[in-house]
Each structure stands twice: as C-alpha cells, then as structure tokens.
C-alpha cells in the first residue's frame, strides 16, 4: 500500500457510493516517475483530476547561465502542477516550481488547498502568501 509521505508510481481513484459502499468506479492515475502526493483534486464535474506532486532531491549549485548570486542554490524540492482526465489519462504538466535557498535553508511554504473553480476550466492554490489562477489545461 501506498504512503502519501513516500515517493509512488501510481495510485488507484476510486468513486463509492454512500448508498452502499460499492465501487462505482476504479481507475489508476500513474506519473511519470515517482513522485510525492501532497495534493489531488476531483473536478466538480467529475471529468477531470488535478495534483499537485513534490520531486525531492539535493540542493545544487545554480548553472553559470542562471547565477545571479554565487550563495543561492536550487533547493532540489521541485513542485509540479499536473492535471488529467478522471480515468487517470492523457496527464498534462501545467507548471513546475523549484524555490531558491541559500546553504543552510530550507523550502519553507509550498503550493497548498489546491481546488478546481466551478465550470472545471480552472485551478486555484495558495503559495506564498497569493492565491494563483491557472488555466486546468496546458
């Protein structure tokens, strides 16, 4: 079974009905790489999921070309905001996000209460103390 505080391929949508407790329906939603799980989201509509997942990895130096300052570094915690169809197909990248740190720092605030807005056409989150609009297709 899957820990949403560990790094996972896929994971399994399920939809019960609370009439019941039967499974109406069951489908995997798998990324890329394996990644961590902070956020998902179901479209009020049903039809679409959006995610919000966390690559981990260790701070690195900045490349010659995006230097602007030799003490900060890429912190190696990247944020990506994904989206796909309920059934877990056709996944979209929408935005990817890896916060500066100097040595010693660590990322403080990440994107969070990511929600569709009604109509489904659209994700909001706060991040940073703003609350973000972004189209829920690329």
């Given at each position: 079974?899957?820990?949403?505080?560990?790094?996972?391929?896929?994971?399994?949508?399920?939809?019960?009905?609370?009439?019941?407790?039967?499974?109406?329906?069951?489908?995997?939603?798998?990324?890329?790489?394996?990644?961590?799980?902070?956020?998902?989201?179901?479209?009020?509509?049903?039809?679409?999921?959006?995610?919000?997942?966390?690559?981990?990895?260790?701070?690195?130096?900045?490349?010659?070309?995006?230097?602007?300052?030799?003490?900060?570094?890429?912190?190696?915690?990247?944020?990506?905001?994904?989206?796909?169809?309920?059934?877990?197909?056709?996944?979209?990248?929408?935005?990817?996000?890896?916060?500066l740190i100097r040595e010693g720092e660590h990322v403080k605030e990440y994107p969070r209460c990511l929600r569709w807005l009604p109509g489904g056409?659209?994700?909001s989150f706060f991040y940073l103390r703003a609350l973000y609009l972004v189209?829920?297709?690329?």
């Open positions: 079974s899957a820990r949403w505080d560990q790094p996972v391929a896929s994971f399994n949508l399920y939809e019960i009905s609370l009439k019941d407790g039967a499974i109406e329906n069951e489908h995997m939603v798998a990324f890329p790489e394996p990644v961590l799980i902070r956020e998902a989201v179901l479209s009020s509509d049903r039809l679409k999921l959006g995610w919000l997942v966390l690559h981990k990895s260790k701070p690195r130096q900045l490349d010659a070309v995006t230097m602007s300052s030799r003490d900060l570094l890429h912190s190696g915690e990247r944020t990506e905001l994904w989206t796909c169809r309920s059934d877990g197909s056709a996944p979209v990248l929408l935005a990817s996000e890896e916060p056409k659209r994700l189209p829920g297709t690329e």
